[in-house]
Structure formats: C-alpha cells, structure tokens
C-alpha cells in the first residue's frame, strides 16, 4: 500500500511559526511532526509515500529528500499553486496507482498503527474518526454501529484526518483546485464510505498552543 501526507497548506493558523517555516516541518518532541507520519508509516509497513507540496516546497524537499533517510520513498507532487485536498490528490493519482491508498494531513499527530486498518472493500472511503475535541466540539460525521459514516446523525465524531481511499473517488474530477469533502458526503449518500474509531492518542496541530502542548506531551 502507498500513502500520501497532506503537506502543501499555507499554514494559516500557525503564523507567525509558518512564516518561514511550512508547517509539516514544525517540531514536536525534538523532530519535524511530518517526521513522525514518516515514522508510523514504516512501522505499519508503508514505504511507498507522495507528498504534494505548494508553500516553501522547496524546504521540505530539502528536509526529507528522497526519504532514504528515514527508511521510506518519496514521491512529490508539486503544487504551483495549493490545489486543496480533492484537487492535490487528483494530480498526485499518477504516482499514487489504482490501488486503495492511506491519506494523512501534515497537520495531525496520532497513534494510529495503519496496519490496523480494515481493508476498503466495495467502498470509496473509510475514514478514521476520534472523540470530539474541546476545540470542536460539534464533531463532523455520525459512525453507525453498522461501522457505516453519514454526513448526518447522533452522536458525532470527528474526522482525524486519516483514512483509507480508492482513488475512483477523485478519478472522474477535472483537474484543478476542488474540495474533497463534498465527494465524501456523495459517497456516505450511497452508502460507501465506513469508518474506524480511533481510541487512542490523537491531537489536530491547527495552533501554536497546540504545538506545544503536543511538544511537552512528547518530551514528558
């Protein structure tokens, strides 16, 4: 199986630490947090990874080269301009195949041993969800005990920005800059799209605090 780590945002809510600095390359307990993706995947037996990259792309080409270093190899996908979730994943297809493959955001930190992820079947997408944070409360889908995700429904979860996806999902979109979460929704109407609930450790690095609450839980 590939993966493919999210990595070309601008950074927005990190600023000013994604002034000079693209995010994934922000530490967290004495190393880069896309470091620690690069880390689980091989653990979970994933050496294939493609990155796509936009904003200070060339740092992180600089930081991780061809992944040799860290046991993995990477492909990059380079994004004049951001292309969002759906759009970077429809221009990275080539590098990523026809087979199902693991989507990560630069931009989270979690536990997740990949491996451990049921396999896609007949569906689109099977998306790893966690206990609503403080900070998003609201949560985004319902999980039903079935293991099936609807756009609506109680109780809700959150989306950890972590899952499985047949690249047929994006295959048939025009290239360009679109939206991943309206194919979603799409899919969970036609009842393709299951879920995994993810019980343990689990932090969306979207602010400073945040960042350095992740970074002492680390080091502690």
Known sequence: MRAMILAAGLGTRMRPLT???PKPLLEAGGKPLIVHHLERLLAGGIIDVVINVSYRA??????????RDFGVHIAWSRETTPLETGGGIRQALPLLGEAPFLLVNGDVWCDLDPAGLPALGDDLARLVLVDNPDHHPQGDFHLDAAGRVHAEGEPRLTFAGISLLDPALVADEPPGAFALAPLLRRAMAEGRVGGHRHRGAWVDVGTPERLDDLDRRLRG
């Not at 060339?58 to 992944?67: F, S, T, Y």
């Open 19 to 21: 002034d000079h600095c």
């Open 58 to 67: 060339e740092q992180l080409v600089a930081a991780l080269g061809d992944g």
